[in-house]
């Protein structure tokens, strides 16, 4: 689709559609160019709003302890790739996932790591980063990588 004019219209020469997307691209760099500029202190800017977002997601469980992130996966049955992420108690900008593989439980820290003043997220060495944890358990639900196993469930949270 191509929607720089007034009206939308299909683009069904495939060398123009792929000159039209890489035009948008270059557009969109420069549009977001100004923006981090203007937004910098703003608390929806988007680097604020990746180190946020993921606590709208079932599978986050915020600030409990290693031993409760335990006690969940075991409560909901020691599946393999069963999972949760919590806020790490040793370090205060990391993240820690827990997984269960071969009915044994697993906690992997997820580690911040900054690259151009934007704030990204790893479980490995740096080799392969996200710019928001959904992004990470996206990419892991579908791809095992470092892990043991691919995540394949999330831990509900359960209110008592």
């Known amino acids: 689709m191509d929607f ?3 009206t939308g219209r299909v683009i069904e020469n495939p060398a123009e559609a792929r000159s039209a997307a890489l035009e948008e691209g270059h557009a969109w760099r420069k549009r ?3 923006m981090n500029i203007l937004e910098t202190q703003s608390p929806l800017h988007p680097s604020s709003l990746s ?3 993921h606590r709208t997601q079932h599978w986050f469980h915020g600030r409990i302890s290693r031993e409760e992130s335990r006690r969940i996966v075991k409560q909901q049955g020691l599946v393999g790739g069963l999972f949760l992420l919590r806020d790490s108690q040793s370090n205060p900008k990391a993240f820690v996932l827990t997984l269960c593989h071969h009915q044994k439980i697993k906690n992997v820290q997820i580690l911040p790591c900054e690259d151009d003043r934007q704030t990204f997220f790893r479980l490995d060495d740096g080799n392969t980063k996200f710019s928001d944890l959904i992004q990470l358990v996206d990419f892991y639900q579908l791809h095992k990588g470092v892990l043991p ?3 394949k469930h999330h831990c509900i949270g359960v209110a008592l």
Do not use: A, M, W
């Open 4 to 6: 720089s004019g007034q």
């Open 149 to 151: 196993c691919r995540l």
């Open 51 to 53: 180190t946020v977002i």
């Open 32 to 34: 977001s160019k100004r």
